[in-house]
């Protein structure tokens, strides 16, 4: 082989080489904004699951349940004399 076709093939084998170089970056900045976007949404996933286990809480609370029940559907806590407590 000549020296001009040496030349030639390293010449197509650097731009080559530049050229995956090139791709490779892109993937990788491709790849660092899709992981960003999915820490944000974990991050919001995270802030809803602390909000709705906040809110279950507040709403599951015994003195909330017994006001509702009273309040609104008229249910009364039994007299003392009506409670029968078993022991297996």
Excluded: C, Y
């Amino acid at each position: 082989m000549t020296r001009a076709v040496v030349a030639l093939l390293l010449l197509l084998a650097v731009v080559a080489s530049a050229l995956l170089v090139v791709d490779s970056r892109h993937q990788a900045r491709q790849l660092f904004l899709q992981l960003e976007s999915l820490a944000a949404q974990r991050d919001e996933a995270n802030s809803e699951w602390s909000r709705l286990q906040l809110e279950q809480a507040t709403l599951g609370d015994a003195g909330r349940v017994e006001k509702i029940a009273d309040d609104q559907l008229g249910m009364q806590s039994p007299d003392e004399i009506k409670i029968l407590i078993v022991n297996l």
